[in-house]
């Protein structure tokens, strides 16, 4: 019958395919239970994390890489300079316009 042979890092050495040593590189991912700020739950594990988020139709800011955070605080705050100030005056008086008609 034919060996075949392979490199094994853990004993470093070059040992036949069948007596190497099995090495999962799979990784697992733990994480701490926590209460849910929403029903008051408990999360334990990465499924009732999924499920809870599907439920109550949220995300995990683990979800949203720093860019997509920047970004979104950049567009907050753009609220607050002159001309976000005279977009939030224009839509305000706009409803109230809207209404105003809606009540004629």
Do not use: C, W
Request: hydrophobic share 30%; proline share 3%.
């Amino acid at each position: 019958m034919k060996k075949t042979y392979v490199y094994d890092p853990i004993q470093k050495k070059v040992v036949e395919k069948a007596k190497r040593t099995n090495v999962s590189l799979h990784a697992v991912h733990t994480m701490e239970e926590f209460i849910s700020p929403v029903d008051k739950s408990i999360i334990r594990t990465h499924a009732d994390l999924r499920n809870h988020n599907k439920k109550h139709g949220v995300t995990d800011m683990r979800d949203y890489s720093p860019d997509f955070l920047d970004k979104a605080q950049k567009e907050r705050m753009s609220l607050f300079n002159e001309r976000g100030k005279k977009d939030r005056l224009n839509d305000l008086n706009n409803a109230y316009e809207k209404q105003r008609e809606l009540e004629r």
